[in-house]
C-alpha cells in the first residue's frame, strides 16, 4: 500500500500563486511516476500533470505555461507549482502515484485530497 499526503492548498487571489505538495511513504518501490489531478463542483476528475521518477512531463493544455510540476525522488514527494492562477482552477486537487500507465488512466493510488480556492 501507499499513502498519499497533500498540502499547500488554499485561497488566493487571481494571478496569484500556491504551491502544492504531496508526500509518499509506504511501498513506494513500484511507484515510478506520480502526478495531479483536480475535480471542480459538479465537474469530471481531470488530469493537471503528471512526471515520472526520470523527470518526463505532462500537463493538460489549460495550465501548461502556468503549472510546473517537479519531483524529489530522494523525498518521494512531488510538487505542483501554480503560477497566474485563474478562477476556473478552482478545485480540490488530488496528488495519484503509481505507474504513468496507471495514471493516465486514473487508477493509481490517491491522497485525500486538498482544497485550491481562487477569487476574481
Known amino acids: 500500500q501507499v499513502q498519499l499526503v497533500e498540502s499547500g492548498g488554499g485561497l488566493v487571489q487571481a494571478g496569484g500563486s500556491l504551491r502544492l505538495s504531496c508526500a509518499a511513504s509506504g511501498s513506494i518501490v513500484s511507484i515510478n511516476a506520480m502526478g495531479w489531478y483536480r475535480q471542480a463542483p459538479g465537474k469530471q476528475r481531470e488530469l493537471v500533470a503528471a512526471i515520472t521518477s526520470g523527470g518526463s512531463t505532462k500537463y493538460a493544455d489549460s495550465v501548461k505555461g502556468r503549472f510546473t510540476i517537479s519531483r524529489d525522488n530522494a523525498k518521494s514527494t512531488v510538487y505542483l507549482q501554480m503560477n497566474s492562477l485563474k478562477p476556473e482552477d478552482r478545485a480540490v486537487y488530488y496528488c495519484?502515484?503509481?505507474?504513468?500507465?496507471?495514471?493516465?488512466?486514473?487508477?493509481?493510488?490517491w491522497g485525500q485530497g486538498t482544497q485550491v480556492t481562487v477569487s476574481s
Open positions: 495519484n502515484a503509481d505507474s504513468l500507465h496507471r495514471i493516465l488512466g486514473a487508477r493509481g493510488y
